[in-house]
Every structure is written in structure tokens, then in C-alpha cells.
């Protein structure tokens, strides 16, 4: 076959393909071929899942704090209570960090916790000494994986260590100015798929006083991770999306604040679509790296802030140290 003959196949070749490509496009439109944006922020996780989560948390936060070891919430599980009050609607882990000059008390405290839970500890023991990928699990729920030895539902816990000026997590996240960190905040922490929030199922777990990611409370991302089969997600089944598009579907939390010299006031609201489920005053110091937290003792009483048409549970919080 010479050249001129070579070039005619492969333009018959390229005209047929283009053709075929014409009319499958014509009978079935490319919009056709992939799943609306929304359809990548499904939930995946039962109310039993979070109910478990929900658990794992509470054993967690009380045996910790009993024992004055500070820590916080990171990454998607901060942006969780900040902009839902509670996990990422669509996530399935939750990522805690912990004061890396007590990780021998974390070890004592947690191990002790067997044989109902499981402590699995420097799960990637080439990562930052083994300061990464300790895992708190149930004892009776499936492994993720055969080969991995932790279970699905799992705290995912890491530590930080610090400076003078600094705040350094031991993982992938770049050190942090300590004023954009303390004095740690109490952020309201719930059940996102209960039907009914209110302000009995929140736990009140600490964040940094400045939830880093701004730009996540305007836009959602899916997840890039599945937590629950241990494999990350292709970028192409990846999407980010303008959360107003959520509105509708999933709790989010609307607020505007006032500062003062010494305190910030948030006024936030638990909204899904224009249901409101509370409003909550939240009376905190500003961010200005002197400590790590409040002495002042937790506290929420009920409160009408305003005259409102509608009635909407309303409560005021203040103070940071709780009863252990």
C-alpha cells in the first residue's frame, strides 16, 4: 500500500468514526452521559454510621479532656461544624488532632478503652515518626480492608507540636500562625441526617479559632477519599460545586458575627432549605495565640435574642472547659 492509498483508508476511517460520533451524540447528548454535579455529594453513610461516629466521639472527647490533653478538630471535620454543625454531609471520617507532647498519654488513655474499642497506632510508621494515622475504631465492625487491621467507623487522629510562634501538625498541612489557632473555640457537633436537630444531640468539640479553607464555605467539594473501602476516589468522579446548589438538600449554618476588643459574637443558624431548626449566640475570645483555650467553664442557656414572626429555639453559648 503506497502513501496516497494509506491517506484514503485513513480519512475513510476518521469519516466513518465521525459520523457514528454525529449520530450517538444526536440520539444520546453528552449532558446525558454523566451524573448531574449534585449527585457526587450523596450521602454514603447510614443514620447508624453517624450514629456510631457520633459515639466514637463521645468516648473520645470525654477520656481526652479528663485527662487535659488538648486537641482539635482539622481539615474537612473542622469546615464540618463550622458550615454544618456536624460532619461533612457527604464525608465518612472525621479528622481530629491532638498535642503531640502528650502522645504517651494518649497511648495510655485510649488503650484502655479495649476491648470494646480499638487504639491502632502508627498505622504509617514511615510518616512524620509514626505521628500520623493512629485510629480510634469499635472492636466488632468490619476491617476496611482484609489486609488493614483498624475498622470502619474511625477517628482519624494525628498530633501537632509547637513553637514560640508556630503551630506544626505532623502531616501534610503547612505550619500555622498560633494566632489563627488560639484560643481554641467550642463548635457545635451533631447528626446531620436526624430529621430533627436540636441542640440536645450536639456535642461541643474545639477547632482553631480560624477555620483555614475559607474559600469551602462557598464552595463544596466532593470527596477525594473513600474512608470506608480505604481507596481514593478518580479525579474524574471528582466535582466541586457552589454550595447555594445544596441549600435545599443538606443543613448549613448562616451567621455574621461583631467583634469587640476582647470577644466575638457569632449569631448562627441551622438552616435546611428556609427551615430553620435553631439560633445560637456564641460568645467566644478573639483569635490571638495567647493560649490554647478558655478556663472559663462551658455553658448554654436558652435565650430569645430577638422578636422573630416564627418561634426558633434560641441559646446562648459562652466558655470553653467542661465539667469532666
Not at 491517506?7 to 475513510?12: K, V
Not at 436540636?198 to 473513600?226: E, H, M, T
Not at 476582647?262 to 478573639?286: D, F, K, M, N
Request: overall charge neutral; glycine content about 4%; aromatic content about 14%.
Amino acid at each position: 500500500m503506497n502513501g496516497s492509498q494509506l491517506n484514503t483508508t485513513c480519512l475513510g476511517i476518521v469519516s466513518v468514526m465521525l459520523i457514528i460520533g454525529i449520530m450517538v451524540t444526536h440520539f444520546y447528548p453528552t449532558r446525558s452521559w454523566f451524573c448531574d454535579s449534585t449527585d457526587y455529594f450523596l450521602p454514603i453513610m447510614s443514620q447508624q454510621d453517624q450514629e456510631d461516629f457520633m459515639h466514637l466521639l463521645r468516648v473520645f472527647q470525654k477520656v481526652v479532656e479528663a485527662n487535659n490533653i488538648s486537641y482539635v478538630l482539622i481539615s474537612g471535620s473542622a469546615i464540618g461544624a463550622m458550615r454544618h454543625h456536624g460532619m461533612i454531609p457527604w464525608d465518612d471520617d472525621i479528622d481530629i488532632m491532638l498535642d503531640g507532647d502528650k502522645i504517651d498519654l494518649v497511648d495510655q488513655v485510649l488503650s484502655h478503652l479495649a476491648p470494646t474499642y480499638e487504639l491502632h497506632k502508627r498505622v504509617f510508621p514511615s510518616l512524620y515518626n509514626g505521628l500520623a494515622g493512629w485510629k480510634l475504631c469499635f472492636a466488632n465492625k468490619s476491617r476496611t480492608y482484609w489486609v488493614n487491621s483498624f475498622r470502619w467507623p474511625y477517628l482519624d487522629l494525628f498530633f501537632y507540636k509547637q513553637n514560640a510562634t508556630h503551630w506544626i501538625p505532623q502531616t501534610t498541612i503547612a505550619p500555622i500562625l498560633k494566632s489563627h489557632v488560639f484560643p481554641l473555640r467550642r463548635a457545635p457537633f451533631g447528626l446531620i441526617m436526624s430529621k430533627n436537630p436540636n441542640i440536645s444531640q450536639l456535642l461541643w468539640l474545639p477547632i482553631p479559632c480560624r477555620v483555614q479553607y475559607v474559600g469551602a464555605f462557598g464552595v463544596c467539594a466532593s470527596r477525594s477519599f473513600s474512608h470506608l473501602l480505604e481507596l481514593p476516589i478518580f479525579l474524574g468522579f471528582q466535582r466541586n460545586l457552589q454550595c447555594e446548589h445544596l441549600h435545599s438538600n443538606f443543613p448549613f449554618v448562616y451567621n455574621n458575627h461583631t467583634n469587640t476588643s476582647e470577644s466575638e459574637t457569632r449569631i448562627e443558624e441551622l438552616r435546611v432549605g428556609t427551615t430553620i431548626y435553631y439560633r445560637l449566640r456564641l460568645e467566644q475570645p478573639r483569635c490571638d495565640g495567647s493560649w490554647s483555650h478558655s478556663s472559663t467553664p462551658f455553658q448554654i442557656r436558652s435565650s430569645a435574642l430577638y422578636t422573630y414572626e416564627n418561634t426558633v429555639p434560641e441559646y446562648v453559648v459562652t466558655g470553653f472547659k467542661q465539667p469532666w
